[in-house]
């Protein structure tokens, strides 16, 4: 192989790795804190990548929310810098957090949330903005939604909930929420030069300032699915309260499940529940079948879950509060928990008894 076919092959191989590279995406939950890669260093090895090149953009050693680094941004007067990862999905609920500081003598303002490039003008979408010229902290969803006060050279943490379904995020600054119920832009819409826009590009962004410097520095990125819990009504033994229950005794415990005009328990998977580590009763050898049915336990009119219970499989040690706790999942796949009130009877291991 001469020298011309060696630059060949490894022209070939390094573009090859380029199109793998800009393949590849981040999965969730993805989480970054810059720790692993050396000072000065691009993280493209976690998947980041450029979508407008200011000036260049690293890790810096010893600027940090936590750890010992972060990642630092600076833009041109004319030129901003924008830097993301691409997600593998979006999904209706996802959330996300970051550690956000403009620098105290030449930070301006920094950008974080869900960002595009069409041509050479920048896009972004469901962001926060931390601004030092403004000195607040603001968001950027359907509209602005001021948060509060912003101090360069200070760290701000932001978050946002974002419920695609409903169209509207939950937001916090600081770990404290400061805004609920905020109108955002869908996931997914047409734009009138970009064509069609999924919201999977998510970065951060030291834009233009007209200042000759635009320092910010980011850490402790997160994106996640959250895990959403509907609190559900239960009552053990239904009909006495506080419920009282026996660990010795065999058999069955009964729970009911309570519907509402928000939430129809008869959509519970009676698979998935457990009560205080006890499953569902199975009944009926070759046919068997999870011990529940449905009726209108409370007489209001809408239809409840009744499930049995092993009675012999609760775990003492969760119940020892004085509290039965329930968890499941729907059909859908909505996460459910409840709880109530029970008394332990009868005799322990002394033989005494317990009431």
Known sequence: MDRREVVF?????????LVAGAACAATLPFEEGFESFANGAYPSADGWTPLMTGKPAYVAQGVYYSGSKSFRQDSYPWAGRMDCVILDSVPDRVSYEASVCADAKNGWIALVGFMKVYGKTPALWNYFGVDGKTGRVTFYGAAATDLGPHVRGQWYKVRADLDYKALTADLWVNDMMVAEHVAITP???????????????????????FAFS??????????????????????????????????????????????????DATQIDPATALLSGAPVAVRGGRNAKWMAHVEDVDGDG??????????????PEQLQDGLALLTGATYGGDQIAGQDEIVLVGRNASNRLIR
């Open 9 to 17: 092959v490894a022209v070939l191989l390094l573009a090859l790795a």
């Open 187 to 209: 996931k997914q819409f047409t734009n009138g030069n970009m064509g069609p826009v999924t919201l999977n590009q998510f970065g951060v962004s030291s834009p233009a300032s």
């Open 214 to 263: 635009n320092i910010v520095y980011f850490d402790d990125l997160k994106v996640w699915e959250p895990i959403i819990i509907i609190p559900v009504e239960i009552d053990v033994k239904p009909g006495e309260d506080p419920a009282p229950i026996n660990l010795k005794a065999n058999g069955v415990l009964p729970v009911a499940v309570f519907s509402s005009d928000t939430f």
């Open 302 to 315: 809408l239809l409840d879950l009744l499930l049995q219970f092993e009675n012999r499989q609760l775990d």
